[in-house]
């Protein structure tokens, strides 16, 4: 006799329980055999085979025999009656063996009552299969059953029923009782199966509520974008807002407040206090480029080509830049150091940026921000302000369309500072990569990635740059062009470029080298070529009205009759002086057009000692001049009375800049010196340099273009300091031919150059 553990099965008398062949093989190490008589014991709790001990079973079992064993791993056991378990055995290979007694039910239940309770059950089982799609074939299955024992061992496995309640019902000894069990057990799992149904179909009907929706919303996109293709007029500016945000390629945060705020102007409608400001804020977002360009290898070959095509000379400015293309090349980087191209204004600093953008093959901007006073100008108004704005920066990144434009900053040397704040800071924050490669305009309230973006600066002097902006930039000096020069860029350049601007062919208009020569000299008077420019616009209109006029003529123009057509007089040249007089000398100065000569006048009056400085220059000259009087007194100590009794008058004419006035320190101290000794000093020597009061000559800036002012004012000899000597490699051969450059160490040989060594009589006060 085979002796069965079960666990959490409903093992009841006179039915068919099925069992998995598995138990029956672990608990004798074979196969069932039909016929054979088994006894099945339930088990307290489970419990693995070795740890069985005979007080793991219930004292009540059901003997049968196996009914049928089948091929797919299970068998039916026939049960027959009720067991007491007497005594049992657990042996060590897992073998049980049991001594059981048979136990009598207490009350029985007539065969009617029995057939009546299984119709109930079974009725009940039908009904409920009605409502599955299985009906068919359970209605034969329920059909099978002939008592409640048949009905509630076949739907065990869906009995919510703990362990001890399935034995609780085979040790019930009253088989009516048994029955009554068994019938709400049925009943309980048949409800359990109902519920189970109904939230089951009503998970379905969401589900499928939901899948509808989806479907619908998909159809209604479809159907809408088809609309909008055929009426693109009809678009509605939200959806339009709408599509742009998702097709944008925002980085998360903007997405976010993009969408924050397209809700609000959904919210808002059409008339709403709000509406145009969030649908501007919007529109700005959603035109930005928030998609990363792939960085470009650039042919450095090519890109040269091109820097040539557009700009005459600048070879060391073009040096450099090839040099940073081919870094970035190397770094597979979209920027790199920021340049700050400095020089005097049409020297092509801006046009040479846009040179770069085309060499780059990228998108090219211009921001000016020139007079820039407000902070909000470069990191924008805070969107709370009524009519706020993004900063210049973000607004040029959207103009370009894309996320990598070189942009040429312009004038960066005269952004100022304001009770609004300082722009010069904020454009610290812009340039400062390294820091932070994003930048948060104040409208966009979101962060955006300006690491890719090429920046230039221009300006005219590096002098009016706050140190710190200065430092995250490399200066390139812009020196001017001399008049070989222009001369090439206007034949080059200038000139086919205006033709092309008024639409003449260069049959229509030439003109001659002497011409352009003479524009350059005395229609001009710049280190750059803007007025060069200008003139050639005014030369090739003159021609358009009289092809026009006289039906095709062309026009040549020459220095004869380059005044007619220029319509202006030729530009007053601060040619030097032929004369000399005591207390008169010519300066150099370092002027926003690039260089100019300047003359530097004292005069002595009848007074008290007072010195009296006018012209522009201000504060820094009265300081020098002080410097200036003293080196005099000093060097000249028998003059050294006339100033007691005297004032001294100095005019220094407008036109260089104020940061400039010391470096007419040498200048002012030979004009007094010449002015107290009596000594004139010959105009076409020229001079430029700082002194100190020890008299020594010190060095000065922009060297290159007072020179080239000195060349143009006929100027013959320059006194230069000693220590700038090596700047003359900056300037071009040609100007330098035409001068002679002498440098100076101190005063003495300033004035021994010119000539007031000795004294002379005082001269009379006026
Ligand atoms: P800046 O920015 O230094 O004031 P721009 O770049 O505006 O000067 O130049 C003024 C004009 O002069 C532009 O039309 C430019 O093309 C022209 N230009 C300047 N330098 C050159 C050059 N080296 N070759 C050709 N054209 C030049």
Redesign the pocket.
């Known amino acids: 006799m085979a002796v069965i553990p079960v666990y959490k099965v409903l093992v009841l008398p006179d039915t068919n329980v099925y069992l998995k062949t598995e138990r029956f093989k672990k608990a004798t190490g074979r196969t069932p055999r039909v016929d054979e008589h088994v006894t099945l014991l339930m088990l307290r709790e489970e419990t693995q085979k070795e740890q069985l001990t005979p007080s793991s079973f219930y004292p009540i079992g059901v003997s049968g025999a196996v009914s049928e064993v089948h091929e797919e791993g299970w068998f039916a056991v026939r049960t027959r009656g009720r067991v007491n378990l007497d005594q049992a055995a657990v042996y060590s290979d897992g073998r049980i063996e049991a001594y059981t007694s048979r136990r009598e039910d207490s009350e029985v239940l007539s065969p009617q009552e029995n057939a009546r309770k299984t119709a109930d059950v079974k009725a009940a089982l039908t009904e409920f299969a009605k409502a599955t799609q299985w009906e068919q074939v359970s209605r034969a299955w329920i059909n099978q059953f002939a008592t409640l024992s048949d009905i509630a061992s076949a739907c065990s496995p869906w009995m919510d029923a703990s362990n001890e309640e399935r034995y609780a019902i085979l040790a019930e000894d009253s088989a009516v009782k048994r029955a009554e069990m068994l019938e709400k057990l049925i009943y309980e799992a048949l409800e359990m199966g109902k519920l189970s149904q109904e939230g089951s179909s009503a998970r379905q009907e969401n589900y499928q509520k939901m899948v509808r929706e989806s479907a619908i919303r998909k159809q209604m996109e479809y159907l809408q974008k088809e609309l909008d293709e055929m009426h693109p007029e009809n678009v509605s500016d939200i959806r339009r807002l709408e599509l742009k945000i998702q097709e944008s390629g925002m980085n998360e945060t903007a997405r976010r407040e993009a969408d924050k705020l397209l809700n609000r102007l959904k919210q808002e409608g059409a008339n709403g206090a709000e509406t145009g400001m969030l649908y501007n804020y919007l529109d700005f977002l959603t035109n930005l480029s928030w998609k990363k360009e792939p960085a470009r290898e650039i042919d450095l070959d090519e890109a040269e080509k091109v820097l040539e095509e557009?700009?005459?000379?600048?070879k060391k400015v073009k040096d450099r830049i090839l040099q940073q293309i081919a870094v970035m090349n190397l770094k597979k980087e979209q920027s790199g150091s920021i340049l700050l191209?400095v020089?005097?204004?049409?020297?092509?600093?801006?046009?040479?940026g846009q040179s770069i953008a085309r060499a780059l093959q990228r998108q090219y901007v211009r921001v000016s921000l020139g007079g820039v006073r407000d902070e909000a100008d470069i990191r924008g108004h805070r969107r709370t302000y009524i009519g706020a704005m993004p900063g210049r920066i973000m607004d040029a990144i959207q103009k370009s369309g894309v996320s990598n434009p070189v942009m040429v900053l312009?004038e960066v040397d005269k952004l100022s500072a304001s009770y609004n704040g300082d722009p010069a800071s904020a454009l610290l924050e812009v340039l400062d990569p390294e820091q932070n490669s994003t930048f948060t305009d104040h409208y966009m309230n979101v962060p955006y990635d300006l690491s890719d973006v090429l920046f230039i600066c221009?300006a005219n002097t590096a002098d009016t740059i706050p140190e710190p902006l200065l430092n995250r930039m490399e200066v390139i000096p812009?020196q001017g062009?001399t008049p070989i020069?222009k001369q090439q860029?206007a034949m080059?350049?200038?000139l086919p470029?205006a033709r092309e601007a008024v639409g003449i062919t260069e049959e229509q208009l030439t003109v001659s080298e002497d011409a352009i020569r003479a524009v350059i000299s005395d229609y001009t008077r710049e280190g750059?070529?803007?007025g060069l420019?200008k003139r050639m616009d005014t030369l090739c209109r003159a021609a358009a009205v009289n092809i026009v006029r006289k039906k095709g003529e062309t026009l040549h123009i020459t220095p004869e009759n380059l005044r007619e057509y220029l319509d202006m007089r030729p530009v007053r040249h601060r040619d030097v002086r032929e004369s000399a007089a005591p207390g008169i000398v010519t300066g150099l100065a370092w002027t926003a057009a690039g260089g100019d000569i300047l003359y530097i006048e004292a005069m002595l009056t009848k007074g008290t000692g007072q010195i009296v400085i006018t012209g522009q220059l201000g504060d820094v000259m009265k300081e020098s001049a002080r410097l200036a009087i003293s080196l005099v007194k000093h060097r000249f100590p028998d003059k050294a009375v006339v100033f007691s009794d005297h004032d001294l008058h100095i005019h220094v004419p407008d036109g260089a800049t104020p940061k400039d006035g010391p470096s007419a320190g040498v200048t002012l101290t030979t004009a007094i010196a010449s002015l107290i000794t009596g000594r004139p000093v010959a105009p076409k020597i020229a001079m430029t340099g700082e002194i100190s009061l020890r008299g020594e000559v010190t060095p000065i800036g922009g060297l290159p273009e007072k020179l080239m002012a000195a060349q143009r004012a006929g100027v013959e000899q320059v006194l230069i300091p000693c220590e700038n000597e090596d700047d003359l490699q900056d300037v071009a051969k040609e100007i330098l031919d035409q001068l002679e450059i002498v440098p100076v160490r101190d005063l003495d040989e300033v004035l021994a150059r010119c000539g007031i060594e000795d004294a002379k009589p005082i001269p009379k006060a006026v």
């Open positions: 557009d700009h005459f000379g600048l191209f020089g005097a204004p049409g020297t092509g600093k801006t046009s040479i312009d221009t812009f062009y020069e860029i080059r350049h200038l470029k750059g070529v803007r420019k």
